[in-house]
Nanobody, 113 residues
Framework: GRLVESGGGSVQPGDSLRLSCVGAGFPFSGAAFSWYHQAPGKERKHVATIYSTPTLTEYSDSAKGRFTISRNNRENTVYLQMTNLKPEDAGVYYC???????WGQGTQVTVSS
């Protein structure tokens, strides 16, 4: 299977972005997915997870209240809606299929004034 992220870009502090992750080559609806964030020079860190039951989600402390993970099984897509973006949110965001070694190539987010 594979994952392809999109939706990154360059924004100002306080702006919003929606990242997308399209999956292919595996049973999408039964899979759980996570978003990870890797800031420049730092380790990749967990942001959010959504399980096959869409109401079951988990968030890192920094994402709670600002980011929302969701999924559309008809379109094989997982989303990460990010609001009130801060400079420390900048970096590469990766999509991951939970319990599998399946990662996307990442999408770049820049937050600066």
């Amino acid at each position: 299977g594979r994952l392809v992220e999109s939706g990154g870009g360059s924004v100002q502090p306080g702006d919003s972005l929606r990242l997308s992750c399209v999956g292919a080559g595996f049973p999408f609806s039964g899979a759980a997915f996570s978003w990870y964030h890797q800031a420049p020079g730092k380790e990749r860190k967990h942001v959010a997870t959504i399980y096959s039951t869409p109401t079951l989600t988990e968030y890192s402390d920094s994402a709670k209240g600002r980011f929302t993970i969701s999924r559309n099984n008809r379109e094989n897509t997982v989303y990460l809606q990010m609001t009130n973006l801060k400079p420390e949110d900048a970096g590469v965001y990766y999509c991951h299929r939970v319990n599998y070694a399946t990662w996307g190539q990442g999408t770049q987010v820049t937050v600066s004034s």
